[in-house]
């Protein structure tokens, strides 16, 4: 029985992620104004801080735990190290910067051999040799499941960071690689699964028609080599944000930090066609796979239309462009390939959402 006058108690699916994040900031105090040396706070992939002589550190941490983000079931130890330095990793390109250090804390459960410890750490040193990042440090811990929390640190010049507030009306709003792949090979392994649970030895998986989308999701790039070509052609976007919850949340990100409004175009979302054929074969709209599947970690960004003439085509596709809001509460609009111009929802993955 609740006791009289019992502080009211409110469960975190019930704001969602994003929510939470409001009430740690509102709880720290930080909607005050930014301190010191520091640029960027809580509010994008990653804080910002002085370092002097107008260069600046760039800080990130992500964790991965097991039934959450991961299924030991089927995901390999190798790609497991690899894909938790590359969602850090990732961040840090999402500021138009470069990884230079990392930390790597492990959490053991018992079911943990050292043999798979020296296995994820192997996928861990791939990703270090990929991203030209030095692990110096990080701490092991029991827990009840397995989980790995990886920090980052970036550097950059101080005027090559670029923050999700930067969007500019009339700017094109692109997207580089292919979206909803990641998505893709997620429902593929969690299909196989529940097919072993049920046939058990009986059970021969046939994988080889989703060899690109189990890839996608199991060991997903950071799109550093992308930064690193805007560089030498001597271009930065006005915004910028990993694709990590989704397309279409990401977009609103963009959108509510730089005060602007977007409209996109179903026929011009960058999909692979494994990634359409894996839809298919599920009877779903790969379109919702693109918008709201996450973890594909490629990178959304606006730019000048005269500005990606410097930029290879190959490399990216424009989805839309940035557009006065039509309304506050709907600033993203979604034309479908009939043409009906739809608000678009943030959607995305939500950590804390029961039916996620």
């Known amino acids: 029985m609740e006791a009289p006058n019992a502080p009211q108690q409110t469960d975190v699916s ?26 960027s706070g809580i509010g994008d992939d990653t804080a910002v801080y002085h370092v002097g002589n107008g260069r600046v550190h760039l800080l990130t941490l992500d964790a ?38 990392a930390t790597v804390t492990i959490g053991l459960s018992q079911q943990v051999t050292v043999e798979m410890v020296e296995t994820i750490y192997e ?25 790995l929390s990886v920090t980052v640190v970036g550097e950059a010049d101080e005027d090559d960071v670029v923050y999700r507030s930067g969007a500019q009306v009339g700017d094109q709003l692109c997207v580089t690689g292919d979206v909803g792949a990641s998505y893709a090979g997620l429902k593929v392994l969690a299909r196989n699964r529940r097919r072993m649970e049920e046939e058990q030895e009986d059970f021969q998986p046939s994988l080889d028609p989703y060899s690109y989308v189990i890839r996608r999701h199991l060991a997903p790039p950071a799109q ?34 730089s005060d602007v409004g977007a409209q996109l175009y179903e026929p011009a979302l960058p999909i692979d066609p494994e990634t359409r054929n894996t839809a298919t074969d599920f009877g779903d709209d790969v379109s919702v796979y693109a918008l709201f599947g996450g973890e594909d970690y ?50 995305g993955f939500d950590h804390f959402d029961e039916d996620a």
């Open 14 to 39: 019930d704001i969602g992620e994003f929510g939470l994040i409001a009430v740690m900031r509102d709880t720290l105090g930080l909607d005050g104004g930014l301190v010191d040396d520091l640029l």
């Open 64 to 101: 991965l735990k097991e039934g959450i983000h991961f299924d030991r079931a089927f995901m390999p130890m190798e790609h497991l190290g690899f894909k938790a330095m590359s969602v850090n990793v990732s961040d840090v390109v999402a500021m138009n910067a470069e990884p230079r250090y």
């Open 123 to 147: 996928g861990v040193r791939e990703a270090c040799e990929a991203y030209d990042v030095t692990v110096v440090g990080g701490d092991t811990t029991s827990a009840h499941a397995l989980s």
């Open 224 to 257: 550093l080599k992308t930064v690193q070509d805007w560089a030498e052609a001597g271009v930065q976007p006005h915004a910028l944000i990993d694709v990590s919850d989704g397309v279409a949340s990401e977009v609103h990100h963009v959108c509510e930090a």
């Open 298 to 347: 490629e990178l959304v960004f606006t730019m000048p239309e005269e500005e990606l003439d410097a930029v290879d085509p190959q490399s990216y596709s424009v989805i839309g462009e940035i557009v006065e809001p039509d309304e506050p509460e709907r600033p993203v609009l979604f034309q479908r390939a009939d043409g009906e111009n739809v608000p678009l929802q943030p959607g």
